[in-house]
């Protein structure tokens, strides 16, 4: 098989930790080629989002087109989106361009700030509801996000079965992030029923470290480099787990920021 040529679709961070450009590293990492599609230019650091500029829905639908008549894309991440415009035309170029039929997709729904902020708003939501979510083979939500997802008042506590099964009947695959939950362990629940009825836990120690910005991107990014590489998603989602595990624990090799935000994992712990 030649080198996968993956694609991310999502917005920036000047600081390396999150977005594209978490996205791209962990996409070399596991040995593919990284493509990007950019729908918003963040001013970040470690500490927070200090502003964005979002890009239109044309420029989104050029930048997309032109990449996929040219480039054989053969899995695809979706992150930020931000605006219900921009998640139409996504959704729109996914169901229609021949290019892309039968390429493994995945979506991180991001919705919800570390600070627990909704980072877009209600008509957003319900076009990433009912015209995206149909639209990929797994979903990454985390407990927040899972909550915005689904219309409840309060999170839920932790990843649990029942959750990720509501989330399944919303017309995709689901891997139910508990990192933000409490506990010595950061359990996840994979449920895909195009390879099994039944969820899947997966498992990992809770890693003590404050360097945990990009996390979810990593997480996403991961899974979908694997999945050209691996048999199935619950193959390439435990890789990836793996490797975001592994990721955090070296993240205290690197030195991003002034020590009081939330650095960086470490992307290229294998290679370094």
Not at 98 to 123: F, T
Request: a negative charge; glycine letters at 10%; charged letters at 20%.
């Amino acid at each position: 098989m030649s080198t996968p040529n993956v694609l991310t679709i999502a917005g920036t961070d000047p600081s390396g930790g999150a977005g594209i450009m978490a996205d791209l590293k962990a996409f070399g990492a596991l040995r593919t080629h990284g493509c990007a599609v950019v729908t918003a230019v963040v001013a970040q650091n470690t500490r927070g989002v200090a502003a964005v500029t979002q890009m239109t829905s044309q420029q989104v639908r050029t930048q997309l087109e032109n990449l996929v008549d040219d480039v054989r894309i053969d899995a695809l991440k979706i992150g930020m989106l931000g605006s219900a415009a921009v998640i139409e035309t996504v959704a729109d170029v996914l169901a229609d361009h021949p290019a892309l039929r039968g390429v493994p997709r995945v979506l991180d729904p991001v919705m919800v700030a570390s600070s627990g902020d909704r980072l877009i708003d209600e008509d957003a939501v319900t076009a990433l509801r009912e015209r995206l979510v149909p639209e990929v083979d797994v979903i990454t939500p985390n407990l927040a996000e899972a909550a915005v997802l689904l219309d409840l008042d309060d999170a839920p506590r932790e990843a649990s079965d029942d959750v990720a099964r509501a989330l399944v009947a919303l017309g995709s695959g689901v891997l139910l992030k508990g990192g933000h939950g409490g506990g010595a362990k950061s359990d996840d629940v994979l449920l895909v029923p195009a390879e099994s009825d039944e969820p899947a836990r997966l498992s990992a120690p809770r890693i003590d470290t404050r360097n945990t910005h990009g996390t979810g991107c990593t997480l996403s990014a991961a899974m979908t480099a694997l999945r050209p590489q691996r048999d199935s998603w619950a193959q390439a989602t435990r890789e990836a787990k793996e490797y975001v595990t592994e990721a955090l624990a070296a993240s205290g090799d690197l030195d991003v920021g002034r020590g009081d935000g939330h650095g960086p994992v470490h992307h290229f712990h294998a290679w370094w």
